[in-house]
């Protein structure tokens, strides 16, 4: 039993709940791999109804983490690293700022930004590439990672900055890998240095990591025998729905 094990039972999650969460890492790998569809912003989604948003956050960044760097890793040789080097300098000040921020705000009023911001990524169009250069990488990375400390999933954003910056596909998933490795990266030790106990989530750490590997390797061959476009109406009414839900408990906790 889960909640028994030694790296469980101080997460004060019900045995159910702790299986959710660990196979939802799977599917929402799976999710990905694919279709291309924004996993981790469906596995916030499901995070935040039971977790609250001030542990959700670095909690999600650890599991990201794990997940983009191994195909960061795998994909290295074709990283664009004068991108990863601009986009680095921004993130670190937009996690420096963000971390003196995110500690000052209560949970309610975090779930409703997350509920506008899950809702503006299902229903408002994605940018297909943002132009610049240094300069705008540098800003992107400052930007997209301050709302990540208080949103999680940016990854959409930064999408749009790697797109146009390499001249294959391999190189756009290296290099989004990479710099999603790096801001997850710089949260966990901003989250760290404000106190944020990751020993007592570690073993669901390391099993959503796990199960979310699982599912980027088998998650193609189970969801391809689905019809896609039928797939994202019903994929975008479900994180429209959970969304809401957030929405309603974050205004409700602040009346």
Known sequence: MLETLPFFANTGL??????????????????????GIGG??????????AIPVTTLIPLHGMVQMGSNAGRAWHLRQHVKWSFIAAFSLGALIGTAIGSQIVIALPDALLKVVLALFILALVWA???????????????GGAISSLGSMFVGATG????????????????VVSTHATAMTIQHGLKIIAFGMVGFAFSTWLGLIVAMIATGYLGTITGGKILRVMDEKLFRKIFKLILTALALFMLFKGVQGLL
């Open 156 to 171: 959409p954003l930064v999408a749009a900055l790697v797109a146009g910056k390499a001249d294959d596909r391999q190189g």
């Open 40 to 49: 981790g912003v469906a596995l916030l989604a499901i995070l935040s109804m």
């Open 14 to 35: 019900g045995e159910g709940t702790l299986w959710t969460l660990v196979i939802a890492s799977y599917f929402t790998s799976a999710l990905t791999a694919a279709f």
């Open 125 to 139: 169009p994605n940018p297909k590439f943002i132009r610049g250069g240094a300069l705008t990488n540098a800003f």
